[in-house]
């Protein structure tokens, strides 16, 4: 059934009911006063299930039983349900050729609510990955330590799978592949996250990893060196190794941070701290640049600018979706952005119902004092609906950082 049938704006409903008279459905204590008040002409009957209000009134209104407008002509009334539990209404009225929005809605008044419960009792699994380290004299450590979770939204509860100070994870063909931070190298998991394989890279601080499907080759950014290395796929050979800038050869230690890739098509989108290379200097023009996979060695094309730390390209929906982390900025396009989190946005996934937006616990308070209304200390995720900003954060707390976020392949 479509849902978006049965929720309409008050506008709509004056539309949709015309000359039709209109029946509540539901002898509820709030939602009908509500429902009144937003109504264009007086509703000629309320129905309700329950027999004890048979018969009776109630705001002037006679209630009577859902029969009596079931056994009617279907299109004579227009229904507005004003009952919480509205779900087996609905049915009854699709049951009896009911037509969802055309002859039927349910009270925008508990709309909210809807929502609410939704998000409250949403069934998904989310793939958390967390780069903390184990150590404790590490400041980066925590009480969990890093590795990759599986999050139950429904139940609340997150389950560590593989332990490790992993960054970006990446579904290539059947198996999952994720850049393992500390120990120099690529992991290959199942579907189930059973190690398969653990691929050696030359050298520490890799961070980024995305597959380029039509080429069969593996991307992985190195965070100090700032370069991306290409691998075939398969035998993980090195078939390339472009440099972000001239500056990645002058020796120089992490001149543009690049972190996180995503490949789409036959482009390859980069985040870092700096185009220009002196973010260690205090200038932060992140951003998201753009390369042609078939052209490498050229110059990366900037896309964004005036991020702080970004992180988390990711191409849905056709478009260049990234997060602007110190900010806690949720980016769909480069006009405006669609969330502001207070915390460090970190990790980006969506499943075509909601995005989910990873918060790290913020270790540089003092570089956003003033800048947000309150700073949040705790690491976890957001569940968000885009349409209204509504926001639900599940909690991670024996961890730090978090990476990355997946919606765990079906």
């Known amino acids: 059934m479509n849902a ?29 006063q509500k429902t009144l008040s937003r109504l264009h002409k007086k509703p000629i009957l309320i129905c309700d299930i329950n027999p004890g209000y048979a018969n009776t009134e109630y705001y002037g209104i006679k209630v009577v039983s859902p029969d009596v407008i079931l056994n009617d002509t279907v299109g004579k009334y227009y229904v507005v349900v004003t009952a919480g539990p ?38 998904q699994s989310v793939i958390v990955v967390s780069s903390d380290y184990m150590d404790q004299e590490n400041a980066r450590s925590s009480q969990e330590g890093g590795g990759i979770y599986r999050y139950n939204l429904h139940e609340n509860r997150a389950e560590r799978l593989v332990k490790g100070q992993f960054r970006q994870i990446e579904r290539v063909k059947q198996n999952y592949m994720a850049v393992e931070y500390v120990e120099m190298a690529i992991y290959i998991f199942d579907l189930e996250f059973k190690i398969l394989n653990k691929i050696p890279l030359d050298r520490p601080n890799y961070c980024g990893i995305a597959f380029d499907q039509k080429r069969n080759n ?16 398969d035998t993980f050979d090195i078939v390339d190794d472009v440099p972000f800038s001239y500056k990645c050869d002058l020796n120089v230690r992490s001149p543009h941070h690049i972190n996180d890739v995503c490949i789409d098509g036959d482009y390859l989108y980069c985040t870092y701290f700096s185009y220009g290379g002196a973010w260690r200097k205090g200038q932060y023009d992140g951003g998201v640049s753009e390369l042609h996979l078939d052209r490498p060695h050229e110059p990366l094309v900037p896309l ?59 270790m540089y308070m003092s570089r956003v004092y003033g800048t947000r209304n309150s700073i949040m200390m705790n690491a976890g995720f957001y569940l968000i609906d885009i349409e209204t900003k509504a926001c639900r954060f599940h909690p991670m707390f024996g961890n730090m950082n978090i990476h990355d976020l997946l919606i765990e392949a079906q």
């Open 4 to 32: 978006e049938g049965w929720w309409r704006k008050w506008n709509e409903i004056r539309a949709l009911a015309g000359e039709r008279e209109i029946v509540l459905w539901g002898r509820s204590e709030e939602w009908v």
């Open 86 to 123: 509205y779900e087996g209404i609905v049915h009854s009225l699709i049951d009896h050729n009911w037509i969802a929005g055309q002859d039927f809605c349910c009270s925008p008044e508990f709309y909210d609510f809807n929502l609410l419960e939704e998000m409250r009792c949403y069934q």
């Open 218 to 233: 593996i991307v992985v950014a190195n965070s100090t060196t700032d370069r991306l290395i290409f691998m075939n796929a």
């Open 304 to 362: 964004t600018n005036g991020l702080w730390s970004p992180h988390s390209p990711k191409i849905i929906d056709g478009n260049l979706w990234y997060l602007d982390s110190m900010r806690g900025r949720f980016y769909m396009n480069n006009q405006t952005f669609a969330v502001e989190l207070n915390g460090f946005a970190r990790g980006l996934a969506s499943d075509g119902r909601f995005v989910y937006v990873g918060i790290s616990e913020d």
